[in-house]
């Protein structure tokens, strides 16, 4: 049996329905397995997905390869210390990290 994580779709129909993302600049903060950055790439953001966890981030890279993830850049890092510049983003989420 395969995990299946909201096949409903109740969480992509949410997104939709919280910001328009194409063409977006999007920073995530707590990215994991970069589950949700796949979902805002494909609303047409470019997602900048950044993790503490090393692990977790090699796995968003190597795990889910495919066209969405030419739209993410995957780093390790974590929101007290971010190297960049006000104003780089357009929207910021933080998914699963609080």
């Known amino acids: ?3 299946q994580i909201d096949p409903e779709q109740y969480e992509i129909r949410e997104l939709k329905n919280a910001a328009s993302w194409a063409e977006r600049d999007v920073l995530e903060i707590g990215c994991g397995d970069g589950r949700l950055a796949r979902r805002l790439a494909g609303l047409g953001a470019s997602v900048t997905a950044i993790d503490t966890d ?3 981030v ?3 890279l190597v795990y889910f390869p495919g ?3 030419q739209r993410i850049r995957y780093s390790i890092g974590d929101g007290e210390q971010l190297p960049f ?7 910021v989420i933080f998914g699963w990290s609080l």
């Open 1 to 3: 049996m395969s995990l």
């Open 67 to 69: 066209s969405p993830n």
């Open 85 to 91: 510049s006000a104003k780089t983003f357009d929207i």
């Open 58 to 60: 090699k796995s968003a």
């Open 54 to 56: 090393d692990q977790l």
